[in-house]
């Protein structure tokens, strides 16, 4: 079952959070030989998506990864609520969606 956690992204600034994973005894989820993806949507149904930079941290035993998105990419976004998850794949190919929620857009004034 996939964590719920909504963010805020500010359109045309850089944007990244960092995700704690752990595993069913609370420890931290070792992402060695781990893929990882993230996307958002405007809705479920949409056929477009805005993908995420996926990277765990440099020890991947820590648990932590990172999801981002760079300022030419976030201006290009419309602002209100998109849909986002994260889905980590192991070796074998097994698919688990880690994190999942809400992604909002907020305006932004300055074009530089």
């Known amino acids: 079952m ?13 944007f990244t959070a960092e995700i704690e994973l752990l595993d069913t005894d609370g420890d931290p989820y070792d992402l060695s030989d781990h893929t990882i993806a993230g996307s958002m949507r405007k ?41 986002y998850d994260v889905v980590i794949e192991d070796l074998s190919g097994v698919k688990t969606r880690v994190v999942e929620g809400v992604a909002t857009i907020t305006p932004g004034m300055t074009r530089a």
């Not at 477009?48 to 990864?65: A, E, I, K, M, W």
């Open 43 to 83: 809705n479920y149904a949409s056929s477009t998506s805005v993908d995420f930079v996926c990277t765990p941290r440099q020890d991947p035993t820590t648990g932590y990864l990172f999801i981002s998105l760079e300022d030419s990419v976030t201006s290009e976004l419309e602002p209100g609520r998109y849909l």
């Open 2 to 14: 996939a964590i719920k956690a909504n963010i805020v992204i500010d359109q045309g600034a850089d």
